[in-house]
């Protein structure tokens, strides 16, 4: 299909990127190679070093804006920032070390034009190595977990469950959002997570949402390991959400799901205060988690907080906390 960049809508790229200068030339190769010309991408660099700078500089292409954040501001609010900034009629987000086929934006385009009730459109995604190699198990295994082997290709509405509850929405680096559907302003001052945020917004007041069942994207697993201080914002930022969404008449359909899940995120974020040695705190937030919803392995978690350290290594992995 032929694009003529004067007769389609503005897309703007939100493209995320922190120190990771190969990854981030590969991703941006795949945005000013899309077969839909008419975009603007935001490369929004969370302060990284000269290095990013030399990449982006580069490409020498007119679409590609350089905002480069003075200090590290966190992913979330770098997030956010970009997606303000953004002037298309559609929004999409890439992440620096993930990857779009050249007909992704296109397809995603298309979808949206034709079905003016769809705030967002996704596609199914493969997962990738550190070198780009796809991972066919990885992938059949992916797109199964996340229930895209099951949904029909077309309209959903409202899917409210398909985002929130299945996770089948790969907000990160498969959807175009039409920017008109989201309130852009409210992300709640999230410490994390902002997808799982955005899937809340798109998807509470009933909208619907457009399917295409291609594996247009790549999702990259790489050696980066997590911290526990990551792994605690990411608590947090669920913690938070999870509290916002209970409170939420519109979700009370959903309610059965989102509480176990809930009172889980905050016996895992007493998990990453544990492995700092931080006792006090964590037993706090397992209280908390035991009023919500009281599962076998909260519990235990409790229990195994008057354990010795030295103890607590030798639990079943799922339960331990050294």
Known sequence: MSFEM???????VVLLTYNRPDFLRE???????????????????????????????????S???????????????????????????YLTNLHDDDLWKPTFIEKMVAALEANPQAVLAFSDHSIIDPFGTVDQIATIRNSALYTRTKIKPGLHQPFKKLALVDLAVPIAMATVFRKEGIDWSDFAGLPSVYDYWLAYLASRDGAACYYVNEKLTYYRHHGQSEST???????????AIYKIILEDPRMADLRRYFL?????????????LLRNGDRQKARSYLKEGLKIHSSLRLLLTYWGTSLPSAFTGHLPKRLRFK
């Open 229 to 239: 201080q990551q792994r605690q914002r990411v608590n947090d930022g669920y913690i």
């Open 6 to 12: 004067n007769t389609t809508p503005l897309v703007s």
């Open 63 to 89: 679409r590609i804006q350089h905002v480069r954040r003075e200090k590290n501001i966190g992913m979330t609010a770098n997030a956010q920032a970009g997606f303000q900034a953004a002037r298309g009629k």
């Open 260 to 272: 176990p899940r809930y009172a889980d995120h905050y016996r895992d974020a007493a998990v990453s």
């Open 27 to 61: 991703a941006l190769n795949g945005a000013i190679s899309q077969t839909y010309p008419n975009l603007e991408i935001l490369v929004c660099d969370n302060a990284s070093d000269q290095s990013t700078t030399d990449t982006i500089r580069a490409f020498k292409d």
